[in-house]
T-cell receptor
Framework: NAGVTQTPKFRVLKTGQSMTLLCAQD?????MYWYRQDPGMGLRLIHY???????AKGEVPDGYNVSRLKKQNFLLGLESAAPSQTSVYFC????????????FGPGTRLTVT | AQSVTQLDSQVPVFEEAPVELRCNYS??????LFWYVQYPNQGLQLLLK??????LVKGINGFEAEFNKSQTSFHLRKPSVHISDTAEYFC??????????????FGKGTKLSVKP
C-alpha cells in the first residue's frame, strides 16, 4: 500500500523545456491536489481535481497545466519551464466530505536553469 | 479572503523544554484547522486537526493544540520536546466553502530546532 507516490523525485530542466510530473495514488480518493513549496512561502495550491476528468485552478496556476484522465493519476505539466518554477512540488489526495485531511506524497524537487 | 499567520518563522528550543508554535487565522465563517509536520526531505504528515467540539485537540507524537475562536488562534504545544521533533510545522485552514472542496490555506511554516 504505497499511498501517494510522485515521479520523478528530482529533475533538472533547461529554460524552455517541458516535462510532466506524475502523482499516483492507491487510496481511491476523489480529490487530488498539486502544490509548490518555496522557502518562506509555505505551500501554494497550483491546481486541483475533485474527480476523474475534472480540474480546477488554484492560487498559482500560471505556467502549469493538469490532467486527470484516470482517478488514480493526476499529472502536472510544464510546457515551457522558467527559472521561477524551480521549486519542490507536492501532490496530495483527500477523500470526499468535509473535514478530511489531505495525504501528501514525498515531493519532486525541480530545478530550472 | 482567508489567511493563516504563523507568528514565528523559527523557534529554537532545548531538548525536554516545552514549546508553543503560534498560529492565527482570519475567517468570517466556521473553519476546520490542521497542523502538519514536515521532516527534512519528506512530504507533509498530519499532526492533528480541529473540526468541532472540544477545543483541546490531541495529536500524534505528544503534540496538542487549542482552538480559540475569540482570538482566532490554533496554537500547537508540546510539554517536552525531543531532538526528533526538529522539523518544519505548518498550520492550515480549510477554504471559505467550509471544507467541501478540501482546499487548504497554509501558513508559511515554523521551523522548530531542538538542541541537545
Amino acid at each position: 500500500n504505497a499511498g501517494v507516490t510522485q515521479t520523478p523525485k528530482f529533475r533538472v530542466l533547461k529554460t524552455g523545456q517541458s516535462m510532466t510530473l506524475l502523482c499516483a495514488q492507491d487510496m481511491n480518493h476523489e480529490y487530488m491536489y498539486w502544490y509548490r513549496q518555496d522557502p518562506g512561502m509555505g505551500l501554494r495550491l497550483i491546481h486541483y481535481s475533485v474527480g476523474e476528468g475534472t480540474t480546477a485552478k488554484g492560487e498559482v496556476p500560471d505556467g502549469y497545466n493538469v490532467s486527470r484522465l484516470k482517478k488514480q493519476n493526476f499529472l502536472l505539466g510544464l510546457e515551457s519551464a522558467a527559472p521561477s518554477q524551480t521549486s519542490v512540488y507536492f501532490c496530495a489526495v483527500r477523500r470526499t466530505g468535509k473535514g478530511y485531511e489531505q495525504y501528501f506524497g514525498p515531493g519532486t524537487r525541480l530545478t530550472v536553469t | 479572503a482567508q489567511s493563516v499567520t504563523q507568528l514565528d518563522s523559527q523557534v529554537p528550543v532545548f531538548e525536554e523544554a516545552p514549546v508553543e508554535l503560534r498560529c492565527n487565522y482570519s475567517s468570517s465563517v466556521s473553519v476546520y484547522l490542521f497542523w502538519y509536520v514536515q521532516y527534512p526531505n519528506q512530504g507533509l504528515q498530519l499532526l492533528l486537526k480541529y473540526l468541532s467540539g472540544s477545543t483541546l485537540v490531541k495529536g500524534i507524537n505528544g503534540f496538542e493544540a487549542e482552538f480559540n475562536k475569540s482570538q482566532t488562534s490554533f496554537h500547537l504545544r508540546k510539554p517536552s520536546v525531543h531532538i526528533s521533533d526538529t522539523a518544519e510545522y505548518f498550520c492550515a485552514v480549510s477554504g471559505p466553502d467550509g471544507g467541501s472542496q478540501g482546499n487548504l490555506i497554509f501558513g508559511k511554516g515554523t521551523k522548530l530546532s531542538v538542541k541537545p
